[in-house]
């Protein structure tokens, strides 16, 4: 499908899902210019700020999106928020389509008597915090020797191995040097992983829980109890082989015997255990849970058996969810903007030249090839659109540099990130590595316009007095 030319848009967020919308606009449309608007000063959402820094092969995806936003049609223009430097009333005045494409990014609200004591942590926070985000804060408190993990997804297993990994073992990756210090003085010694329901009802992918029974001194604990087959684990296992593959990883640990568990640091997987209390008075002390009974179908009923578990920190991975963009329609239930096959609807009317695409789209379901997949819909929905429409003038769409320069917004274009993204590897040289995030986004940003060229390494200090 092919669209006149030239066409305008602009995409707000610079993950995945705004990437491949640009990449496929490119494609598609002969001439087309993209403005990608991101938030931070930095492209790439929540590759780079959402997959675990020991996992470097998944952040291979970057090099992907790089060659699209290298692409001549398409404009970075980093460090703006689209809200407050800009609204998004302005961007639909100056562009043919606006297409939002700002993530996922907070925790799911926990809805469990004392959630809210210090130390329950969301694991959105957690895992923006240990991949260097800007924008949280620098400390983190890893003080707790016991912690509980609640959630059966990749990840609660990210969480998971991230706290119970042994800090030399992350030397060669790319966190910052306040990360890296914080986690030298962990003194985790045991995390229990609770789920609802039972083994073979995980979402872990079969690699990465494979790859957590592999770490360095780390002992995996399952009680063989949990693992007792019944019949809809024997379907499970026979219809679809990741499921077949967790379950024999979980009843491989559940036969070593007790005396050839030597390691200094256990991960404890209790099946059927819903969260019932985060237990404290002024903090964590414990982890009220109640025992479910599994139906045999795949379903678990509550029962009448509560569980305390003795922990100093509670971490909730229990899911992302998207925040409202202002002046946006939102569904606050579902926490995805309303749309029809990516066109956004305001009360059940289409809003011209408002589009949306990728987790705020659809929810935080899916890998990426479900995003390229998404991204094309809204790209099919938006071109049929236009050409049913006038056409923006340049002038127009080109006057919004102007606007974000007269309110002072510094503007991180794609130059500006490769000289962010210069000095991280630099910076990661220094160390013996291929790359070191700088964390403050005041030096990034001043990278990023090329105001500064100095590398000042931040001090390791990393947790609270």
Not at 171 to 188: G, R, W, Y
Not at 203 to 230: C, K, T, W, Y
Not at 383 to 398: E, F, K, M
Request: hydrophobic share 40%; glycine share 8%; with cysteine.
């Amino acid at each position: 499908m092919i669209a006149r030319s030239p066409l305008r848009v602009a995409v707000v967020g610079a993950g995945p899902a705004g990437i491949y919308a640009g990449g496929i606009l490119t494609e598609l449309v002969p001439g087309v210019r993209v403005d990608v608007i991101e938030r931070l000063p930095t492209p790439y959402g929540l590759v780079r700020y959402g997959v675990s820094p020991d996992h470097p092969k998944i952040k291979k995806i970057i090099d992907s999106l790089h060659i699209m936003l290298d692409h001549p049609g398409v404009r970075l223009l980093g460090n703006v928020d689209v809200g407050t430097d800009v609204t998004v009333e302005e961007l639909r005045a100056h562009y043919d389509a606006v297409i939002l494409a700002t993530g996922a990014t907070r925790d799911v609200p926990f809805d469990v008597p004392g959630a809210d004591l210090p130390g329950s942590f969301g694991a959105a926070d957690f895992v923006s915090w240990y991949d260097s985000h800007p924008d949280v804060p620098r400390q983190w408190p890893l003080r707790a020797r016991s912690v509980a993990v609640i959630g059966a997804g990749n990840v609660a297993l990210d969480v998971t191995r991230m706290l119970i990994r042994h800090p030399r073992s992350l030397t060669h990756t790319d966190i910052s040097d306040n990360v890296e210090a914080a986690f030298a003085k962990n003194t985790i010694e045991d995390i229990h992983v609770f789920a609802r329901r039972g083994p073979v009802d995980v979402r872990f992918s079969p690699g990465e829980l494979r790859e957590l029974g592999e770490l360095e001194d780390v002992d995996v604990i399952v009680d063989p109890a949990d693992v007792v087959r019944d019949q809809h684990v024997e379907r499970m296992t026979r219809q679809f082989a990741p499921r077949r593959l967790v379950m024999a990883s979980f009843e491989r640990w559940a036969q070593i015997p007790a005396d050839e568990r030597t390691a200094a640091r256990r991960v404890h997987f209790h099946f059927y255990r819903a969260p019932a209390q985060v237990l404290g008075t002024d903090r964590v002390e414990g982890l009220r849970t109640q025992c479910t009974v599994p139906d045999g179908y795949g379903h678990v009923n509550p029962s009448d058996i509560y569980e305390d578990h003795p922990v100093q920190a509670v971490y909730r991975a229990v899911g992302y969810a998207s925040s409202p963009v202002p002046g946006v329609p939102f569904d606050p239930v579902h926490r995805t903007v309303p749309h029809t096959r990516g066109a956004v609807l305001d009360s059940g009317e289409q809003v011209p030249g408002l589009y949306v695409t990728g987790w705020i789209k659809r929810g935080p379901v899916g890998l990426i090839g479900a995003t390229k997949s998404d991204a094309r819909e809204t790209i099919e929905t938006l071109l049929g659109d236009v050409q049913q429409r006038p056409a923006v003038s340049g002038r127009r769409a080109r006057s919004v540099d102007a606007l974000l320069a007269e309110r002072g917004v510094q503007v991180v274009d794609w130059r500006g990130w490769t000289r962010i993204d210069a000095a991280e590897r630099e910076l990661g040289a220094a160390r013996g590595r291929e790359r070191t995030k700088i964390v403050d986004r005041d030096l990034m940003t001043r990278f990023g316009a090329g105001t500064t060229t100095t590398l000042v390494p931040a001090p390791l200090e990393a947790v609270e007095p």
